[in-house]
T-cell receptor, first 111, second 112 residues
Framework: NAGVTQTPKFQVLKTGQSMTLQCAQD?????MYWYRQDPGMGLRLIYY???????DKGEVPNGYNVSRLNKREFSLRLESAAPSQTSVYFC??????????FGAGTRLSVL | GENVEQHPSTLSVQEGDSAVIKCTYS??????FPWYKQELGKGPQLIID?????GEKKDQRIAVTLNKTAKHFSLHITETQPEDSAVYFC???????????FGTGTRLTIIP
């Protein structure tokens, strides 16, 4: 029972490079989320998708794009990475209630 | 929008003692208050939650209390054990709303 799977676990980028963070869930959840976690700032919502085919901005969407590829998969893309995007990124999903289930995270460093 | 403040940012307690983490929220419409635990190298995991129609909820050694009038809620861990060492996040939203607003986290260290 995998739950929420994020790839890769670690990534180092140079400023200006692009990359896509992948997230997949096998719980048949409708909603999916992308957060970033920075020291002293908790979890901040980047984008979310309430259902397949819809996406909405969260608290800190600038510099990111998302794609809800299907019900299982929700990807986060950095088109031109900046040092300020160095962070730990978490994907989460939830069913109809309020409990969010998180992946193990992707630790990203932008040099 | 909702704003959640969490204190303290770090907390160290002797094994066997109790730990208390406090959060305040700003939006009076919020009615759902979960607590998540994040162990090292892992994602956050829900440990307990409370809705605004109750003032306290317990689950073995952990409990959450809610004061709607003062807009604050707290996590209480009794008889702490080494495996309680982790980062704890409080959160708030209006139940059914897609977005949770998280506090900034508390790093709890249990001293053997």
């Amino acid at each position: 029972n995998a739950g929420v799977t994020q790839t890769p676990k670690f990534q180092v980028l140079k400023t200006g490079q692009s990359m896509t963070l992948q997230c997949a869930q096998d719980m048949n959840h409708n909603s999916m989320y992308w957060y970033r976690q920075d020291p002293g700032m908790g979890l901040r919502l980047i984008y979310y998708s309430a259902s397949e085919g819809t996406t909405d901005k969260g608290e800190v969407p600038n510099g990111y794009n998302v794609s809800r590829l299907n019900k299982r998969e929700f990807s986060l893309r950095l088109e031109s990475a900046a040092p300020s995007q160095t962070s730990v990124y978490f994907c989460a999903s939830k069913a109809g209630g309020n409990i969010q289930y998180f992946g193990a995270g992707t630790r990203l460093s932008v040099l | 929008g909702e704003n959640v403040e969490q204190h303290p940012s770090t907390l160290s307690v002797q094994e066997g003692d109790s730990a208390v983490i406090k959060c305040t929220y700003s939006d009076s419409a919020s009615n759902y208050f979960p607590w998540y635990k994040q162990e090292l190298g892992k994602g956050p995991q829900l440990i307990i939650d409370i809705r605004s129609n109750v003032g306290e909820k317990k689950d073995q050694r952990i409990a959450v209390t809610l004061n709607k009038t003062a807009k604050h809620f707290s996590l209480h861990i009794t008889e702490t054990q080494p495996e309680d060492s982790a980062v704890y996040f409080c959160a708030a939203n209006n139940f059914g709303n897609e977005k949770l607003t998280f506090g900034t986290g508390t790093r709890l260290t249990i001293i053997p």
